[in-house]
């Protein structure tokens, strides 16, 4: 925290702008002071009030991006203070209203007015409010970095539209069909950047750690337009030399601004027919994991409950934000009902939030969170965190073949 206040007192002493060449590292500070203080770095009464004071600084009134950042970090870190406390959040919640009566970082003050009715169990008004931080954002006022992960969230009434007798669109599988039979599948989807980059080691950790576990894998392509239909063949050979049982489906993606969400997305939008058509569990799991270590006993256990993924617990500032509350690295899906209407509830969320044409990074664990909180109220899911039940190191990442690939990817 330190390095925060020492580099804004540089700012103020230079005059520098908001996005200048000084400005911007500084943005880019606060936003990575913003994670850590969300996922858990505590910050004294003296540096809260320090932050505070620094957002109402003459310098930045004329400079949003910085302000609202500082102004978030603030509020971030007396969120997480009152939820750790076991503190009522009202009187947070009547300065955050008070905030935008007056005019003061309207855009952060919506945003943090929606997390505080998200961890008090508003859950509706919490994305009522998110998504009007968003509205006004998308006119003339800045949203940050962290903020924006808030902008494909649905409203619950979006999972109570009447489902439709039109057909699913089938499942077209780039290899000869393998049949896989007892026990759950193991599912990975990517771009062709993605699955030549990771998808051999995975096959190979699947392998090695969790022989007999697994009927078999499943890889669903995301075919980039203009792309050669060879461009995964010999990433696909190799991978089934080590673990033969794989099969492969492909969709192509259409030219739109926001690919990479979808790439996150993919997996989950698939589910439900993977599902259908294996008639199997399936454990999805980001395609840049590993297993880490035999999954027999986190599968016997795993087999008892419906839908699993981590999701954090209530005293934290993590379960303020749906895009936290929720993590998408892993996630089990079992051979029932109850499993594969969630599912089709996360592709009526999707459909109803994704804007292809905008910026939707966070909406796969948004998604997550609001389909189980939907599911609370309206029918009976079985559902448990993954590390309660299968363990924290299940899966890890290589980090020698993870070094570099963001920047390589659209």
């Given at each position: 925290?330190?390095?925060?206040?020492?580099?804004?007192?540089?700012?103020?002493?230079?005059?520098?702008?908001?996005?200048?060449?000084?400005?911007?590292?500084?943005?880019?500070?606060?936003?990575?002071?913003?994670?850590?203080?969300?996922?858990?770095?505590?910050?004294?009464?003296?540096?809260?009030?320090?932050?505070?004071?620094?957002?109402?600084?003459?310098?930045?009134?004329?400079?949003?991006?910085?302000?609202?950042?500082?102004?978030?970090?603030?509020?971030?870190?007396?969120?997480?203070?009152?939820?750790?406390?076991?503190?009522?959040?009202?009187?947070?919640?009547?300065?955050?209203?008070?905030?935008?009566?007056?005019?003061?970082?309207?855009?952060?003050?919506?945003?943090?007015?929606?997390?505080?009715?998200?961890?008090?169990?508003?859950?509706?008004?919490?994305?009522?409010?998110?998504?009007?931080?968003?509205?006004?954002?998308?006119?003339?006022?800045?949203?940050?970095?962290?903020?924006?992960?808030?902008?494909?969230?649905?409203?619950?009434?979006?999972?109570?539209?009447?489902?439709?007798?039109?057909?699913?669109?089938?499942?077209?599988?780039?290899?000869?069909?393998v049949n896989f039979a007892g026990g759950p599948v193991a599912v990975v989807a990517g771009n062709a950047l993605y699955v030549n980059r990771f998808l051999e080691n995975y096959a190979r950790s699947i392998a090695e750690k969790g022989l007999g576990s697994f009927s078999g894998m499943h890889v669903h392509w995301v075919k980039e337009k203009n792309e050669p239909s060879d461009s995964i063949d010999l990433t696909v050979n190799k991978a089934k030399l080590a673990f033969p049982s794989l099969n492969v489906t492909f969709e192509?993606?259409?030219?739109?601004?926001?690919?990479?969400?979808?790439?996150?997305?993919?997996?989950?939008?698939?589910?439900?027919?993977?599902?259908?058509?294996?008639?199997?569990?399936?454990?999805?799991?980001?395609?840049?994991?590993?297993?880490?270590?035999?999954?027999?006993?986190?599968?016997?256990?795993?087999?008892?409950?419906?839908?699993?993924?981590?999701?954090?617990?209530?005293?934290?500032?993590?379960?303020?934000?749906?895009?936290?509350?929720?993590?998408?690295?892993?996630?089990?899906?079992?051979?029932?009902?109850?499993?594969?209407?969630?599912?089709?509830?996360?592709?009526?969320?999707?459909?109803?939030?994704?804007?292809?044409?905008?910026?939707?990074?966070?909406?796969?664990?948004?998604?997550?969170?609001?389909?189980?909180?939907?599911?609370?109220?309206?029918?009976?899911?079985?559902?448990?965190?993954?590390?309660?039940?299968?363990?924290?190191?299940?899966?890890?990442?290589?980090?020698?073949?993870?070094?570099?690939?963001?920047?390589?990817?659209?």
């Amino acid at each position: 925290m330190e390095a925060v206040l020492s580099a804004a007192k540089e700012l103020i002493a230079k005059g520098e702008a908001d996005l200048s060449a000084a400005g911007k590292p500084f943005c880019d500070q606060l936003t990575a002071e913003q994670w850590r203080v969300v996922r858990g770095k505590k910050l004294s009464e003296a540096e809260i009030h320090a932050i505070e004071e620094l957002s109402i600084h003459a310098h930045f009134a004329d400079k949003p991006h910085g302000r609202q950042r500082l102004y978030e970090l603030a509020k971030i870190a007396r969120l997480d203070g009152m939820l750790s406390s076991g503190n009522s959040l009202e009187s947070l919640i009547s300065g955050l209203e008070s905030d935008i009566r007056c005019g003061i970082n309207i855009p952060s003050a919506y945003a943090m007015l929606g997390a505080s009715h998200v961890a008090e169990g508003r859950y509706d008004l919490g994305v009522y409010y998110f998504n009007k931080s968003n509205a006004i954002a998308g006119r003339n006022n800045c949203i940050t970095a962290f903020m924006g992960l808030s902008r494909a969230m649905p409203a619950i009434a979006a999972f109570e539209r009447p489902r439709t007798n039109s057909s699913d669109s089938p499942l077209v599988f780039l290899n000869e069909i393998v049949n896989f039979a007892g026990g759950p599948v193991a599912v990975v989807a990517g771009n062709a950047l993605y699955v030549n980059r990771f998808l051999e080691n995975y096959a190979r950790s699947i392998a090695e750690k969790g022989l007999g576990s697994f009927s078999g894998m499943h890889v669903h392509w995301v075919k980039e337009k203009n792309e050669p239909s060879d461009s995964i063949d010999l990433t696909v050979n190799k991978a089934k030399l080590a673990f033969p049982s794989l099969n492969v489906t492909f969709e192509q993606v259409e030219d739109v601004l926001d690919k990479k969400s979808y790439f996150a997305q993919s997996r989950f939008l698939v589910a439900r027919r993977l599902n259908e058509h294996y008639r199997l569990p399936l454990l999805i799991t980001d395609l840049d994991f590993q297993l880490g270590q035999d999954p027999s006993d986190a599968i016997k256990k795993l087999s008892f409950i419906d839908v699993s993924f981590l999701q954090h617990r209530s005293k934290s500032a993590q379960w303020a934000f749906p895009w936290l509350r929720s993590m998408a690295g892993s996630v089990w899906v079992n051979d029932t009902d109850a499993a594969r209407e969630f599912f089709r509830l996360m592709e009526v969320g999707f459909s109803s939030c994704y804007n292809p044409h905008w910026f939707n990074w966070g909406v796969d664990q948004n998604l997550l969170t609001s389909v189980l909180e939907y599911s609370r109220t309206t029918f009976h899911l079985n559902f448990a965190s993954f590390s309660e039940v299968a363990g924290p190191h299940l899966f890890n990442v290589p980090m020698d073949l993870k070094a570099g690939v963001k920047s390589q990817a659209i």
